[in-house]
């Protein structure tokens, strides 16, 4: 049972960079594994990336590969997501979501949403 409040959205120019913020409230944060998922208007709600319990693996969207790297500091409760090279197609409502899980079968591989999601933050790129 966690609540999730994300913070760190705005307007940035087209290759410029962002950090966003994710701060769990709850005694279980440690346990989940943390991601970062997006909607863009008309579009359906899409995986971005993903971190495990103690941060020491990751996992992104081909979309955001080598541009972002989402982190986490479990001291403070707080998963991040770091934004480089931006673009316009990277415009959305960024959420988090704790407890994001995937299964992979030879090469395809699902990316399921937990239970618990924040209430969003507006990033728009564009000059």
């Known amino acids: 049972q966690v609540q999730l409040v994300e913070s760190g959205g705005g307007l940035v120019q087209p290759g410029g960079s962002l950090r966003l913020s994710c701060t769990a409230s709850?005694?279980?944060?440690?346990?989940?594994?943390m991601g970062w998922f997006r909607q863009a208007p008309g579009k359906e709600r899409e995986f971005v990336a993903r971190i495990n319990s103690n941060g020491g693996s990751t996992y992104y969207a081909d979309s955001v590969t080598g541009r972002f790297t989402i982190s986490r500091d479990n001291a403070k409760n707080t998963v991040y997501l770091q934004m480089n090279s931006l673009k316009p197609e990277d415009t959305a409502v960024y959420y988090c979501n704790a407890g994001t899980y995937f299964s992979c079968s030879g090469n395809v591989c699902t990316i399921s949403a937990g239970d618990y999601w924040g209430q969003g933050t507006q990033v728009t790129v564009s000059s």
């Open positions: 709850g005694s279980t944060f440690t346990t989940y594994a």
